[in-house]
């Protein structure tokens, strides 16, 4: 049932996407809509070679209509919007570190201020261990791109289903993402797109799949966020030293969150969470917290 459900899916967005390219000679689609989230579905669009570019809207569902609205007051006063294409989605609140801390000592919890985050956690990712990482600004939309996440070891075939028993709470089979580094896209995924959004999918090396299992899906498939320093440098520079440790410059990520629970946005709900699950160390700002 599933499984014929998405591939309607698919046949409904391919033929839509085929008839506006045939009606327009425009190759170049930008989607949006709650269906546009259908990473599966996206990624088949992008290798059809009925386009030369596609764009997905990250917050594509309800939540994007904010977009909208902020971008109406341009059309409505030269009918001219801006053209630059949207590569952040950090649009959310942030914490300043004298926030995070005082939240530390409201709770009476042991922390470590760290000199050097980003290595800090890729030594205990390499090490087994899954993190909370609470960093900057929290992401706008249903995907978590490294400002509220949870990080683990891709290497670790039964990554997977640790993090959806202790973490996540969910069954064992729900999939998680690859967030890796733009530049080794090509090394791991046959279609390297730009993917900063987590938005499609892409087929995995055949030889890269044992390599990072967990995060590699049953069809040999992942849904992989490429990550730019410009973007987001912290969160690079910790993959950057995942990589280096480990010579796979790609980690786990899944949102911040318990089941049925939305993603953490404040000190207060990334602590609560944590202890709350079995999440082995947190990563708040330049703070870590361990039980």
């Known amino acids: 049932m599933a499984f014929a459900v998405q591939e309607a899916c698919e046949q409904a967005m391919m033929a839509l ?3 506006a390219v045939k009606m327009t000679g425009e190759r170049k689609v930008c989607l949006a ?4 989230l259908n990473s599966k579905a996206n990624g088949k669009i992008l290798i059809s070679g009925l386009v030369d570019d596609l764009f997905v809207q990250p917050a594509a ?3 994007g209509v904010a977009l909208g609205a902020a971008l109406a007051p341009y059309l409505v006063n030269d009918g001219r919007v801006p053209m630059t294409r949207l590569r952040k989605m950090y649009l959310g609140p942030e914490s300043s570190d004298d926030e995070i801390e005082k939240t530390i000592c409201t709770y009476k919890l042991r922390a470590t201020r ?3 985050p980003a290595r800090t956690a890729a030594e205990m990712l390499a090490d087994g261990r899954i993190l909370g990482w609470f960093e900057g600004r929290m992401e706008f939309g249903p995907r978590a791109l490294g400002g509220r996440s ?4 891709p290497r670790d075939p039964e990554m997977n289903a640790k993090v959806n028993n202790a973490v996540k709470f969910r069954e064992w089979w729900r999939p998680f993402a690859p967030a890796l580094l733009a530049e080794a896209a090509p090394e791991y995924l046959e279609s390297a797109y730009d993917s900063p959004f987590m938005i499609f999918t892409s087929v995995v090396r055949p030889e890269k799949r044992d390599v990072i299992p967990s995060v590699t899906h049953v069809d040999g498939t992942a849904r992989p966020q490429t990550v730019e320093p410009d973007v987001h440098p912290l969160y690079y520079r910790m993959i950057q030293a995942f990589g280096e440790i480990t010579g796979v410059p790609v980690v786990m990520n899944t949102s ?3 089941r049925g629970e939305p993603i953490v946005c404040t000190p207060t709900d990334a602590i609560r969470t944590f202890f709350s ?5 947190l990563v708040i700002g330049p703070y870590l917290v361990e039980k």
């Open 256 to 258: 911040f969150n318990l």
């Open 277 to 281: 699950s079995g999440m082995d160390a």
């Open 150 to 153: 949870i990080l683990a070891d």
């Open 114 to 116: 760290m000199q050097d």
């Open 17 to 19: 996407v085929a008839q």
């Open 61 to 63: 569902a309800d939540d």
């Open 33 to 36: 809509g709650g269906v546009a």
